[in-house]
């Protein structure tokens, strides 16, 4: 039974920072690519990074530059560094694996996810 549990969420002020960190079990994650997506209020889910096994990623345009997703495979864990936050950064943060080695930035391509963590910047 894979589990993914985010950690790291909070309230920030604007170009603030926070990390966001996901612990996943019960499975081998090494050769998965690892991702994150959020979603506000109203809004449907939407990419933000991931990182494949190789260390290869990607990321959505709106946070490229102030984002930067990492893991370590040893720990089965995948981090998202968030700097410079804005406003419209505040979202339900979800971390999510896909049982595949190929990135996708797409929700429905992912087959695991966690609880979520909530972002919530002030302006």
């Known amino acids: 039974q894979v589990q993914l549990v985010e950690s790291g969420g909070g309230l920030v002020q604007t170009g603030g920072s926070l990390r966001l960190s996901c612990a996943a079990s019960g499975g081998t994650f090494s050769r998965m690519a690892m991702g994150w997506f959020r979603q506000a209020p109203g809004k449907e889910r939407e990419f933000v990074a991931v990182?494949?096994?190789?260390?290869?990623?990607n990321y959505a345009d709106s946070v490229r530059g102030r984002f930067t997703i990492s893991r370590d495979n040893a720990k089965n864990t995948v981090n998202l560094q968030m700097n410079s936050l804005k406003p419209e950064d505040t979202a339900v943060y979800y971390c999510?694996?896909?049982?595949?080695?190929?990135?996708?930035?797409?929700?429905?391509?992912?087959?695991?996810w966690g609880q979520g963590t909530q972002v919530t910047v002030s302006s």
């Open positions: 999510a694996v896909r049982l595949s080695t190929v990135l996708a930035v797409t929700p429905q391509m992912y087959d695991y």
């Open positions: 990182s494949r096994w190789s260390g290869i990623t």
